[in-house]
């Protein structure tokens, strides 16, 4: 009954709303991202990926006291690969193709390239055996101070009027 509805309305022009979950399977459905996944594993992946993100950046925080006393690499790789984690959860919702797509338009390109070349820079510092103790310590609170800010500023650019409210 309810498909005779919708092919008379639908014939009448009145079209219906496509719900979340119609709008997420359609635009999964193009064989890029996720290939075969169900809708409910889409959302299962993007939880687990977003919830392990949120895990290691948490558990990360408990990691600067070794940041401090001179061992930042533990610290770092916590960090970036929390941030990675919780970026890359969007793909498991709307396919990697069109996250990317997503992530480099023009009002987030410049979020999106330093929020990337700051977790790179961050592994960097860590890793680099020519820094001081304190220079890396530095440079690290500094990449991870505008990591946050780059994020803050993408995050705001799906908000309607999101980055008024910062200028």
Known sequence: MDAGKEALSSLLGNKREPTLREQ???????????????????VIGFLGCVGSGMFLNCFSVIRIGQLLLGNPVPFAVCFTIGNLLSMGSMCFLVGPARQCKNMLQPGRAGATILYVAMMLCTLLVAFSSA?????????????????????????????????????
């Not at 994020?151 to 999101?162: D, H, I, N, Q, T």
Request: negative net charge; charged residues 20%; contains cysteine.
């Open 24 to 42: 997420i399977e359609e635009a999964t459905s193009s064989g890029e991202g996720c290939f075969s996944l169900t809708y409910e594993e889409r």
């Open 131 to 167: 820094l001081t103790h304190i220079e890396r310590v530095v440079l690290i609170l500094i990449c991870i101070a505008l990591q946050m800010i780059a994020l803050a500023w993408y995050c705001l650019s799906y908000v309607p009027f999101g980055r008024r409210f910062l200028t």
